[in-house]
């Protein structure tokens, strides 16, 4: 009986683990959306012939995905991925993708993962992208630009 116990503790304690990994979600807050043209899958290779008439253009939301520590760029695979901005978004992580339930669907809604950077980085560069912002309103052309080189050489 202890033998068994020794056996199948182990194993129930790694299939918990295991469905615990799998399901966690982080919490994160979506910032910012723009719509961008995107590339329906069954649209390759009427694209990759170089006939623009036949490809029709999509456009498919691109958002911004703040979470404590890592700032994500995702991009919807169809135009009806729409999510609500300035709210509480919890999503999980699969095979680089990111997966979101939104509202009460059945089904969770499948991002492509376009770029990742560090919080405190991305706060940094949009600190300096404000400086340069606001020094260019308060100047003329030529000023701005050259506030807006010194700025770049510093980095």
């Given at each position: 009986m202890k033998r068994i116990l020794f056996v199948v503790f182990p194993l129930l304690m790694l299939v918990a683990t295991l469905m615990g990994q799998n399901s966690?979600?982080?919490?994160?807050?979506?910032?910012?959306?723009?719509?961008?043209?995107?590339?329906?899958?069954?649209?390759?290779?009427?694209?990759?012939?170089?006939?623009?008439?036949?490809?029709?253009?999509?456009?498919?939301?691109?958002?911004?995905?703040?979470?404590?520590?890592?700032?994500?760029?995702?991009?919807?695979?169809?135009?009806?991925?729409?999510?609500?901005?300035?709210?509480?978004?919890?999503?999980?992580?699969?095979?680089?993708?990111?997966?979101?339930?939104?509202d009460d669907e059945r089904k969770e809604s499948h991002f492509h993962v376009k770029a990742m950077v560090l919080r405190s980085d991305w706060e940094r560069e949009h600190m300096e992208e404000e400086e340069v912002h606001a020094a260019s309103e308060g100047m003329h052309g030529g000023e701005a630009i050259a506030v807006n080189h010194r700025l770049q050489e510093a980095r």
């Open positions: 966690e979600l982080q919490k994160g807050t979506i910032i910012r959306m723009h719509m961008a043209e995107c590339l329906p899958e069954h649209h390759f290779i009427a694209r990759m012939s170089g006939d623009p008439a036949m490809v029709p253009v999509v456009q498919c939301p691109e958002y911004v995905l703040m979470t404590d520590k890592v700032v994500y760029a995702i991009s919807g695979r169809s135009s009806n991925q729409l999510l609500p901005l300035a709210e509480v978004t919890r999503f999980r992580m699969q095979n680089g993708e990111i997966l979101i339930r939104i």
